[in-house]
């Protein structure tokens, strides 16, 4: 009986099997699962769909000599908790493994020397590039002694505007917000959110007061109440905006934390939400959003595409076609029980 080439029982697939199943020619397939060329991207997912119908594995160490690429990426967070570079790495590994890129996760936990540490072992690993997040949207110094290698920062960008950077829009989250209050009627919105030397919560509350003047508003207690990121200042901050301007109408908030605490502190003043005030929250945060009373309706920044550009743009770096800047993501409106 003849066993066609590629089938399980014709042992291991050869690059020309793929090829074949593709219908390409063998150095297409090659480009394709190397990264390299310029093609049509249905022509490269062909191929890939065809390597993983056969099960085909490229040798590596091959692939290196050939190529000269180590075929291995460093992810660098400066987030020991993870709460916002998790969804960040998760979503640029998955798009790394689409091309078959390993990847090595380094933990810097904000500390300097451990991040050149990091740098120095990367480097001597020869990595293709490296991506670099943390739990902060505010700016950082770029990483130093690695000319030889592409990097892309995502959520937390570079300070220097030549580097490529892929970010959460705040601007727009904060739009999203906004309107959709005053869309479902609200016009004496507050605005409670973190300590006002991060970019985050100074940006949203810049623009949320942007979008409220175009609608001829101001804030309902006349100004920004910054103060934590926290349940505690959320409640303190309810009462103290309540204090101030007692129809106040909703709020607005920085964080889902802050979000939740305003929401336990109007429930505890027997205040209805979202029947007499309602409340937005930002980040989109299962833990606090879904174990709110009433589940909170907030702003996700869609971490997880962040990452999944910041990826797109290393590859494209990787083949010499870099695209420096900051590149923003959407935010998107998640709506429940609290507006």
Request: proline share 5%; with cysteine; aromatic share 4%.
């Amino acid at each position: 009986m003849t066993v066609a080439p590629g089938s399980p029982s014709a042992g291991p697939a050869r690059l020309a099997d793929v090829a074949a199943l593709a219908g390409v020619s063998v150095g297409t397939a090659s480009k394709a699962l190397n990264g390299s060329g310029r093609m049509r991207p249905e022509t490269r997912q062909r191929v890939l769909d065809a390597v993983e119908t056969l099960g085909f594995r490229p040798n590596q160490h091959a692939q290196s000599l050939h190529t000269g690429r180590s075929w291995t990426v460093g992810l660098m967070t400066t987030d020991g908790i993870g709460r916002f570079s998790t969804p960040v790495l998760l979503g640029a590994e998955d798009a790394l493994g689409m091309g078959k890129i390993s990847v090595l996760l380094c933990d810097t936990r904000g500390d300097a020397l451990r991040e050149q540490h990091h740098l120095h072992n990367l480097m001597s690993r020869r990595v293709d590039g490296i991506i670099v997040t943390g739990r902060r949207t505010d700016s950082r110094p770029p990483l130093a002694g690695v000319e030889a290698v592409p990097v892309v920062y995502a959520l937390s960008p570079s300070a220097d505007p030549a580097d490529t950077s892929v970010v959460s829009d705040d601007g727009g989250g904060a739009r999203l917000a906004v309107e959709h209050l005053l869309a479902t009627g609200h016009t004496r919105i507050a605005h409670v959110t973190g300590p006002e030397h991060h970019a985050a919560a100074r940006d949203r509350a810049r623009h949320a007061l942007e979008h409220l003047e175009r609608s001829s508003l101001g804030l309902a207690t006349g100004r920004v109440h910054f103060g934590e990121w926290s349940e505690a200042w959320g409640r303190r901050a309810a009462d103290a905006v309540l204090r101030t301007a007692p129809d106040t109408d909703a709020f607005f908030c920085g964080n889902d934390q802050i979000a939740r605490g305003v929401a336990d502190a109007l429930r505890e003043r027997g205040v209805h939400v979202p029947g007499d005030v309602a409340v937005v929250g930002y980040d989109n945060w299962d833990t606090m959003a879904l174990a709110s009373r009433p589940p909170l309706t907030t702003i996700d920044m869609n971490l997880a595409e962040i990452g999944r550009i910041a990826a797109l743009r290393l590859l494209e770096a990787i083949d010499s076609d870099p695209m420096p800047g900051v590149h923003t993501v959407a935010c998107r409106l998640v709506v429940r029980e609290s507006s």
